[in-house]
């Protein structure tokens, strides 16, 4: 369920983007996308986590490529 989470990491807010939107932004129908979430705002949770969890990923991938220094890499 990643391309439906991703495709909406810029339209959270519930309110102002409506679950037609976001099954076709993401190329599925609202009854598979109420397959996988039971709301909207398990929607939303999804894609919050999904956004933390790539945030954490890219800021780990950083740290560590800082950490192979000339210094430390022999």
């Keep these: 369920m ?3 989470t991703d495709r909406n990491d810029s ?3 519930r309110d102002f983007f409506p679950i037609d ?3 076709e932004e993401a ?3 609202k009854k598979t996308l109420y ?12 894609a919050l986590r ?11 991938r950083v740290v560590e490529e800082k950490k ?3 210094q430390t890499a022999y």
């Design 2 to 4: 990643e391309h439906i």
């Design 11 to 13: 339209s959270l807010d």
């Design 21 to 23: 939107a976001i099954s």
């Design 27 to 29: 190329g599925i129908t």
């Design 35 to 46: 397959y996988h979430f039971k709301s909207k705002e398990e929607l939303i949770l999804a």
């Design 50 to 60: 999904y956004r933390d969890e790539r945030f954490r990923n890219d800021f780990m």
């Design 68 to 70: 192979k220094t000339p």
